[in-house]
């Protein structure tokens, strides 16, 4: 089933008809220039949201895929206590789709 991931309506609508038991999201619209944060918002941070307000509200899993970028591009070592430090509109998309799927509440995991 064909959907557009930048119209927040027909996404819902298909995870409606597909009832997914687990949603794994690697959707991405990779722009690293500077100034391209709104032309990423709907795919890289609203549907992100959409999808984590679904599987809460119906009680799925959803796996995110991220980037390590969110911790700068000259980070070697990540770890949990590592801040959050994007220096690219990309990286900065990446971490409002993290924390937009903190929020909703849903069953997830951030790789």
Same mark, same amino acid.
């Given at each position: 089933? #064909?959907?557009?991931?930048?119209?927040?309506?027909?996404?819902?609508?298909?995870?409606?008809?597909?009832?997914?038991?687990?949603?794994?999201?690697?959707?991405?619209?990779?722009?690293?220039?500077?100034?391209?944060?709104? #032309?990423?918002?709907?795919?890289?941070?609203?549907?992100?949201?959409?999808?984590?307000?679904?599987?809460?509200?119906?009680?799925?899993?959803?796996?995110?895929?991220?980037?390590?970028?969110?911790?700068?591009?000259?980070?070697?070592?990540?770890?949990?206590?590592?801040?959050?430090?994007?220096?690219?509109?990309?990286?900065?998309?990446?971490?409002?789709?993290?924390?937009?799927?903190?929020?909703?509440?849903?069953?997830?995991?951030?790789?």
């Amino acid at each position: 089933m #064909a959907c557009d991931l930048s119209q927040a309506n027909d996404l819902w609508n298909v995870l409606d008809a597909v009832r997914p038991q687990t949603i794994i999201n690697c959707a991405a619209t990779v722009e690293f220039g500077a100034g391209t944060l709104s #032309a990423q918002f709907s795919v890289n941070i609203l549907a992100a949201g959409i999808l984590a307000c679904w599987a809460e509200k119906n009680g799925v899993y959803l796996i995110q895929v991220s980037m390590s970028g969110i911790h700068g591009s000259g980070t070697e070592r990540i770890t949990a206590k590592r801040p959050n430090i994007p220096d690219s509109d990309y990286a900065r998309a990446k971490l409002l789709a993290e924390n937009c799927i903190e929020a909703s509440g849903c069953r997830s995991v951030i790789i």
